[in-house]
């Protein structure tokens, strides 16, 4: 008998030994696996600390902390809160409402790929194109809300992690028709504006009606394209040369230059930069100047697009001599040149 217990004393001793290193190695395996857990956690704070400290804004607890932003600058910070989705860390990431005011041919398309290529902008396209988005002013307060909240969901939508939020607005859209309302709205919602035009509204004609000539003879493989991704394609488009009608071309200019000086005085009580195709193209700084204007992080802006005409104008026009004859001795004489123009 005292010598099975000494063989079970053994037995449990020996049981214990074995165990023990496993035990060691467990434990510190679980160490380090929480060391490395609180490493990553701190890591991702700090990130998250980062990014929000890029925007101006710290979260503390629940709330958003505003602590960078200059004073003048707050009225322009918005922090929506989507119906559709949650922003989760980017909740206090602030956004800015933007909104690009322009005419058809004026390089808007080209001009919002570029600002689409910038990973904190978000610029929706002309929402209003659709007639039943713009039947009246409610309908119009609707959409532009839907969109500040962040719950327009397009191609070029951000969601999250958006810094800078807006769309492109065609003055022949409603824009002109409601625009005392749709100036309160911009006021009560702080919405900086970018003015997009077209110095050489000649240039802007020829494209207008190239564009409308295509949006029925679908040149490319039967399809209507106002845009183009390569040179082929541009080549194809840019065989049609369009009839001017002189006739009404002075009453056509006058009018471009009236709807764009209404534009100007309705909205220039808001914040704004006003653009030029034409110095868009020619000055390297302009997009840096747009970027600071909607208070992202500067970035080297890019787009696929490529230009449709880019010959000379006589040789853009059936009827040049006509043209160039009307235009002559006029206050748009400048329009028959091309040296202003930068490729």
Not at 17 to 26: I, V, Y
Not at 28 to 46: D, E, K, P, R
Not at 109 to 115: A, M, S
Not at 152 to 165: I, L
Request: net charge positive.
């Amino acid at each position: 008998m005292p010598i099975l217990a000494a063989q079970n004393a053994y037995s449990i001793k020996t049981s214990t030994c074995l165990h023990l290193p496993l035990r060691m190695a467990l434990v510190l395996f679980v160490t380090m696996f929480g060391a490395y857990t609180c490493y990553i956690c701190l890591n991702q704070i700090s990130v998250e600390r980062s990014k929000s400290m890029l925007f101006g804004t710290i979260v503390t607890g629940n709330q958003c902390k505003i602590d960078a932003i200059p004073p003048e600058e707050i009225p322009y910070v918005h922090f929506p809160q989507p119906k559709t989705y949650s922003r989760d860390e980017c909740s206090c990431t602030p956004v800015r409402f933007f909104v690009i005011l322009s005419m058809q041919r004026s390089g808007s398309g080209w001009f919002e790929t570029l600002l689409n290529s910038h990973p904190n902008i978000s610029s929706n396209g002309e929402i209003f194109s659709a007639t039943r988005r713009r039947d009246n002013i409610s309908t119009i307060i609707n959409t532009l809300d839907k969109l500040y909240s962040l719950d327009w969901f397009s191609s070029a939508a951000k969601n999250e992690c958006v810094a800078a939020v807006g769309f492109k607005w065609m003055l022949n859209q409603g824009v002109m028709d409601h625009h005392k309302e749709i100036l309160d709205y911009f006021k009560l919602k702080h919405v900086s504006i970018i003015f997009l035009f077209r110095r050489n509204i000649l240039r802007r004609l020829i494209s207008l009606l190239a564009n409308d000539y295509d949006r029925y003879a679908k040149q490319l493989n039967g399809i209507h394209k106002s845009h183009v991704h390569s040179t082929e394609e541009a080549e194809v488009l840019a065989r049609f040369k369009p009839t001017i009608n002189v006739a009404v071309l002075m009453a056509n200019f006058s009018y471009v230059e009236r709807t764009i000086a209404d534009c100007l005085h309705f909205f220039s009580s808001m914040r704004h930069i006003v653009l030029y195709y034409e110095e868009i193209i020619g000055n390297q700084n302009a997009l840096s100047h747009v970027q600071e204007f909607l208070s992202v992080p500067e970035r080297k802006l890019v787009s696929r697009q490529v230009k449709i005409h880019t010959r000379p104008l006589p040789e853009q026009v059936t009827n040049w001599e006509d043209v160039s004859k009307m235009l002559n001795g006029t206050r748009y004489e400048h329009f028959l040149g091309h040296s202003d123009y930068g490729g």
